[in-house]
């Protein structure tokens, strides 16, 4: 390998400055004052300690609400339902832990959350009380005193089910009414990550905890219950849930891709808890990962630069105040072999210092011939409360990734897409690589983020991260075509290495203040990265042998050394985004959403083997506008407009710039919340792409901006709870995805990847009570319609339906799983740009998980 060169642009440091200024506001004070709860005076009769294990009755309890009240000896917490006596609950303790489980229930909030509160004053001999959707039918009551385990006797009343919590300090006296002048204080938190199949808020639309149902664009989430249930170790794997969203990069262990709205997505379209996460090479693994959030569109207003198919929101697990011990294993086919741990809790009695670690190891082969990977993956965090308005969380991630043979193995469209010499077709295993060579991908990521309310309506986020990547091929083969006879591959071999380091700052200020009637959420924001990437390819360049498709010799010798290096050089991209945005109500059922933003940007690329460096410098503006309109609260009613924009490199025949491409969009949708339980999107859009680059008609050798493409569709997704223990995910959508101008193919032609028709189901149901209660069984449907094989449209990919199947069992702290993903072993291709490039699908694979909590 070459010796790894840096250059490094010229950085306009003063950029740096302005963000950085955010960090540090000038403080603003405000009297906060903590509201009391209201009181419920302890029933009089006798009282009793469930430590039996109780019959499971058939009906799941709702549980509506929950409350707290402090007493003279402790607190009380209310379990709000008016089925409280058919509770059944089975408790026990660690250490100064009480853990109440009632495996009977569902914690159903308004918003679906979690609910938890702290103490003010410690002395009061507990630190924490949560109340949580343990699984599906589980709810769990955690109590973590702060010097000894705390006694806790259970009474029914008319409002529920009430949890009376003596301290140890106070437990030999008398319980009496709490005093209505003297009560400490209790603070609610909302908090905890989000449970089940329905997710009401996502950050990844307006960069606030925002009501799905109050954004006048499309989201989807995919959430963490399913990326369990389908053992969802890749992002590919998460996304085939998202209607209109079609995975790209098939058995491929490098660079996911894939297409939103017809439109092909790279990382740059990918974040990370908010912030872009340009890897180029990297797979991630999804054991860290809380959920998935899709939004469908332009988002250059909140994010920058990127195409305008949609934006994905990687949200991470973050640390929990109680403690919390996984571990899990996989074997599967061809030799899968994986094991994973998720541990969190605090690291201090006070519990102002949580901390979370996941890691994951896997082993595996693969159908293809040659081709296997191992890979590492480690993301330890840590949440510090600096205050009591104060957070800061620091994260970081690595892994490590040994690719065998090659990363994404690309086959001829003649002999699998298309028939071959005799009709023949090329056998699902084979390669047209060698078994020597490997790839070696390493990624590092490191970051915080600092939380800070100023006030009940004042609040400051300042997000931080740096991402190192490094890529190396060696020894790898490269696949040029095939002959005239369509069996003989002509493949060379060569070297390649590459390194990039990302850097991401973003500080966001919002708070909520009224003009007259109307109020305003208000969002303002800066934004400052840098993308630095080398990349040196063709290193120990050669030729070597043909290779007979249909009957293949492998590790033959080298036919001749290649001078030439195909690329070594530089790219260096700043760029300085300021934002804004206001989430208007004029009325509880009519909302307006406006927001702006204005890009910098600056490209240095610099070409080694010339010794050439190019400076290009632009700008952009990009707008947003939506309304929502809800006649009655269970539907909304939306419109929007929205733009993005993505730099382009290069010149003009005459030397000009190009500006950058763009993207705009029309949508209007209908959102409905069905008895709280099914959330349903039905959208309609118009999404083009322009200032594309074509063939200058006047000068092959040079581009012009008039190309242009357009999507239009319809798209229908259906997401929640049918009935207890019966979950669904599924959407259709309809995209028309079409060239409209282009100087080297024709107007009318269809985009590739981009099917008319495409169709996702994933259902689960799981037993509530009996002996076969936490027994439970999954299908999933996939299917992706006919596709353009090229922008000719020479050909055409065919359809396929994928179908995947789950058997699990859970109870109490044990899970197992069973998995079969192609159910049917159908021979599908997943992604086709030409005759020379086509990925195949994975076939019939079955895994088997255990994973325990302790």
């Known amino acids: 390998m070459q010796k790894f060169r840096v250059a490094f642009g010229r950085l306009n440091w003063q950029l740096w400055i302005v963000a950085l200024v955010l960090i540090a506001p000038s403080p603003v004070r405000a009297d906060t004052q903590t509201p009391q709860l209201s009181e419920i005076k302890l029933p009089a009769n006798s009282t009793q300690l469930l430590v039996q294990t109780p019959t499971i009755p058939a009906n799941i309890v709702l549980i509506s609400g929950v409350r707290a009240n402090p007493t003279d000896t402790g607190v009380e917490v209310i379990l709000e339902t008016t089925q409280g006596e058919q509770l059944q609950v089975i408790n026990r303790s660690s250490g100064n832990n009480y853990i109440a489980d009632i495996p009977n229930a569902q914690l159903r909030l308004p918003n679906n959350d979690a609910f938890a509160f702290r103490s003010e004053n410690s002395t009061a001999g507990i630190t924490e009380i949560t109340v949580t959707n343990f699984d599906a039918n589980t709810v769990r009551i955690a109590v973590i005193g702060e010097a000894a385990l705390p006694t806790v006797e259970l009474f029914d009343s008319n409002e529920g089910l009430i949890f009376g919590i003596v301290t140890a300090t106070s437990s030999a006296q008398q319980p009496v009414t709490p005093s209505t002048e003297d009560d400490e204080l209790i603070e609610i938190l909302v908090t905890g990550e989000q449970d089940g199949y329905k997710v009401p808020n996502a950050s990844v639309g307006t960069r606030t905890d925002t009501p799905l149902r109050d954004i006048p664009q499309s989201i989807q989430v995919v959430p963490q219950e399913v990326l369990q249930e389908q053992r969802a170790t890749r992002l590919g794997d998460a996304l085939r849930n998202v209607t209109g969203v079609n995975p790209t990069r098939g058995s491929g262990d490098r660079a996911d891709s894939f297409t939103i709205r017809g439109f092909e997505i790279f990382s740059g379209n990918v974040l990370n808890n908010g912030l872009l996460d340009r890897t180029t090479t990297e797979t991630r693994d999804l054991y860290n990962v809380a959920r998935v959030e899709v939004l469908k569109g332009p988002a250059s207003v909140l994010y920058g630069s990127g195409n305008p198919g949609g934006t994905v929101n990687i949200v991470t697990k973050q640390p929990l105040a109680i403690p919390f011990y996984e571990i899990e294993a996989t074997v599967g086919s061809y030799s899968l072999y994986r094991g994973s741990l998720d541990f969190s809790g605090p690291l201090n009695d006070a519990k102002t210092v949580l901390y979370r670690l996941n890691l994951a190891y896997q082993n595996s082969g693969s159908y293809i011939d040659f081709v296997g990977n191992r890979s590492f993956f480690i993301a330890p965090a840590i949440k510090m409360t600096l205050g009591e308005n104060t957070n800061l969380t620091f994260e970081g991630e690595y892994s490590n990734k040994i690719i065998d043979s090659r990363t994404v193995v690309v086959l001829p469209a003649v002999g699998t897409v298309l028939p071959g010499p005799g009709g023949r077709r090329i056998p699902r295993n084979r390669t047209v690589y060698e078994p020597e060579g490997d790839t070696i991908i390493e990624t590092t990521r490191l ?331 999954g299908l999933g449907l996939f299917y992706i319609g006919d596709r353009a094989g090229d922008l000719e449209n020479s050909f055409d990919v065919p359809s396929y339906l994928r179908t995947d199947a789950t058997i699990f069992y859970r109870r109490d702290r044990l899970r197992v799983a069973l998995n079969v993903k192609n159910l049917f072993d159908t021979d599908y291709f997943v992604y086709v740009t030409n005759r020379d490039f086509v990925l195949r699908g994975d076939p019939l694979t079955i895994s088997g998980t255990i994973s325990w909590e302790f």
């Open 447 to 777: 970051g915080y983020r600092l939380e800070h309310r100023f006030s009940d309506t004042w609040s400051l986020r300042n997000d931080f991260r740096v991402t190192f990547e490094h890529n190396a091929d060696n020894n790898q083969a490269f696949f040029l075509g095939l002959d005239s006879d369509n069996q003989t591959a002509n493949r060379i071999t060569y070297g390649s290495e590459g390194d990039s380091r990302i850097y991401n700052l973003t500080t966001d200020i919002s708070g909520r203040f009224s003009t007259g009637f109307i109020e305003h959420q208000l969002l303002f924001g800066v934004n400052l990265s840098r993308f630095d990437n080398f990349n040196n390819f063709g290193i120990d360049l050669a030729e070597l042998a043909p290779l007979d498709i249909y009957n293949p010799v492998y590790s033959q010798p080298i036919v001749g050394r290649i001078d030439t290096v195909y690329e070594d050089g530089s790219r260096l991209t700043d760029a300085l985004g300021i934002y804004i945005q206001d989430q208007i109500k004029f009325t509880e059922n009519f909302k307006l959403l406006l927001g702006g933003r204005f890009d910098l940007f600056t490209q240095t690329n610099q070409n080694f083997l010339d010794d050439t460096t190019d400076i290009q410098s632009g700008d952009a503006f990009t707008p947003r506008v939506g309304i929502v309109y809800q006649p009655i609260p269970a539907i909304s009613l939306y419109a929007s407009y929205s733009q993005s924009f993505n730099p382009i490199e290069g010149r003009s025949a005459n030397g000009s710039l190009f500006q950058p491409e763009r993207g705009t969009q029309y949508e209007v949708g209908v959102k409905a919340d069905l008895n709280e339980r099914l959330a349903t999107t039905l959208s309609l859009y118009s999404l083009t792409r322009s200032n594309l680059l074509t063939t200058d008609p006047n000068d092959s050798r040079f581009s012009i901006q008039t190309g242009e493409q357009r999507s239009q569709g319809i798209e229908f997704d259906i997401t929640g709870e049918i009935s207890p223990g019966w979950n669904i995910l599924a959407g259709y959508a309809y995209t028309d995805a079409k060239i409209i101008a282009d100087n080297n193919f024709p107007s009318g032609n269809r985009l590739t990847n981009a099917p008319e028709h495409s169709f996702n189901l994933w259902t689960t149901y799981e037993i509530q009570s009996g002996d076969l209660r936490g027994l439970g069984f």
